[in-house]
């Protein structure tokens, strides 16, 4: 008889409404915060982990297993295989056990924040296109070129163009609780905007959104030309956009890109990371990224390892049995 008990750590991370999943921000964030809790005991979940999968023999019993502890996920929480994030799992709460310092601090992430900190003013359908075709001519020998290379060189690109006209203002946002109570500190006329660019499957390209951006300086182009795969990751993926929800996105990233794409998106990414906090900012809001966390380097960092550390070349739940 399937013994059902919901484990705390568990079901406070990934218990919640399936149709919700996507608008949060990060699994790992979710499962580290209930691992912080003083009241949580790693070591309770993991003895009803290892009971729970103990006879499971492929990778659909441990994800029904997994259920029976109160997670609420058809897919596995990363990657392709409940096998291996349960494996994972159980790292990372030993680890816990063993060297109760790799908790998250609390004062590292405050209960409730806002991710975006600038946006800009949305542009009109007819400016919209015209600044489009005004781009995409200007970059159309790079673009066919883009379109026509192994897709290891990205399924998605972030461009920025200078129209010579001011297109609207870019707006610093303050930090708050919920992005309702944000208000304007701050605001930026702009000639420059950005797009997001994507690859067609027939193999030509399209436009998937415009936004007014900060214009292309001498140290924007840096950052951009020194870490190109980021630059078509964080750009092409997060880039200003009133339809952007980090963690959907970060899925299609993960799910949809080659895995040598990805490789040099974590290789590129451990150079980011070793920037100062302030230089990091200035560096991901260059590359075009819109997310902008108070935890920026952990939401990054935990992007990077899961690329290194969970397979992505399968859909979801396509895993083969696990011995």
């Known amino acids: 008889m399937t013994e059902w008990i919901d484990d705390p750590i568990l079901t406070e991370a990934f218990g919640g409404d399936q149709d919700l999943v996507y608008d949060s921000l990060d699994d790992r964030e979710s499962l580290e915060r ?11 979940t993991l003895t009803r982990w290892r009971k729970a999968i103990a006879t499971a ?16 996920r058809r897919d ?4 392709t295989s409940w096998r291996r994030w349960g494996q994972w799992l159980e790292q990372r709460l030993t680890e816990v056990i063993e060297h109760p310092e790799t908790r998250l601090n609390p004062d590292d992430l405050p209960d409730r924040y806002t991710w975006q900190s600038h946006r800009g003013t949305p542009l009109s359908s007819s400016a919209a296109a015209r600044f489009t075709e005004a781009a995409t001519s200007a970059h159309r020998s790079s673009l066919d070129a883009w379109v026509t290379s192994p897709v290891d060189q990205g399924l998605r690109r972030h461009l920025l163009h200078d129209t010579g006209e001011i297109v609207g203002r870019v ?10 109570d944000q208000v304007v500190v701050s605001s930026h006329e702009t000639t420059t905007v950005g797009l997001r660019m994507l690859r067609s499957p027939g ?13 292309e300086t001498t140290a924007v182009a840096r950052f951009r030309a020194q870490w190109p795969a980021l630059t078509s990751a964080l750009g092409g993926y997060f880039s200003d956009d009133p339809r952007l929800f980090p963690w959907r996105d970060q899925r299609d990233l993960l799910f949809g890109e080659a895995v ?5 998106v974590d290789a590129e990414g451990a150079d980011l990371l070793a920037l100062p906090d302030e230089q990091l900012r ?31 070349s399968e859909e979801p739940g396509s895993s083969p049995a696990g011995p």
Do not use: K
């Not at 023999?57 to 609420?72: F, H, K, M, Y």
């Not at 707006?171 to 309702?180: F, Q, V």
């Not at 193999?203 to 214009?215: K, M, T």
């Open 171 to 180: 707006n610093e946002l303050s930090a708050a609780e919920w992005s309702d």
């Open 57 to 72: 023999r492929s990778d659909e019993e441990v994800g029904d297993q997994a259920n029976t502890l109160g997670i609420n």
């Open 260 to 264: 040598p794409f990805l490789t040099r």
């Open 76 to 79: 596995p929480i990363e990657g």
């Open 34 to 44: 209930q691992i912080a809790q003083p009241a949580h005991d790693p070591a309770t």
């Open 203 to 215: 193999g030509g390209w399209s436009v998937a959104g415009i936004h007014p951006a900060l214009p």
């Open 282 to 312: 200035t560096a991901v809001r260059a590359l075009g990224c819109a997310v902008e966390p108070p935890h920026l380097r952990l939401w990054l960092t935990w992007m990077f390892w899961r690329i290194r550390t969970f397979d992505w």
